[in-house]
Nanobody, 115 residues
Framework: QVQLVESGGGLVTPGGSLRLSCAAS????????MAWYRQAPGNQRELVAT???????NYADSVKGRFTVSRDNAKKTVYLQMNSLKPEDTAVYYC?????????WGQGTQVTVSS
């Protein structure tokens, strides 16, 4: 049973930075892709960033140039570096992994951007 555990969320002022971590219980190299999603109150869950097994990345337009997704296979961890945070980035951030045909989700970590 694969488990994904997020950490690193918290309260930050606008313009600040946070780094989220997603630790997997098994080898992340077995995943076809991993991703970060977020969900703000009253909104649908949206894709923020993806990283494939080969290291290719993709970002939502709203976070391009501010967020960076990366992975450390040895530590079985995926990261989301978030810079220049805005109040509209406030949401619960979820880690996602796909190992076809199975998918896995973490429990989420709250990010609040407020002065």
């Amino acid at each position: 049973q694969v488990q994904l555990v997020e950490s690193g969320g918290g309260l930050v002022t606008p313009g600040g930075s946070l780094r989220l971590s997603c630790a997997a219980s098994g080898s992340i190299f077995s995943f076809n892709a991993m991703a970060w999603y977020r969900q703000a109150p009253g909104n649908q869950r949206e894709l923020v960033a993806t990283i494939t097994r080969g290291g290719s990345t993709n970002y939502a337009d709203s976070v391009k140039g501010r967020f960076t997704v990366s992975r450390d296979n040895a530590k079985k961890t995926v990261y989301l570096q978030m810079n220049s945070l805005k109040p509209e980035d406030t949401a619960v951030y979820y880690c996602y992994a796909r190992s076809d045909p199975l998918t896995y989700w973490g429990q989420g970590t709250q990010v609040t951007v407020s002065s």
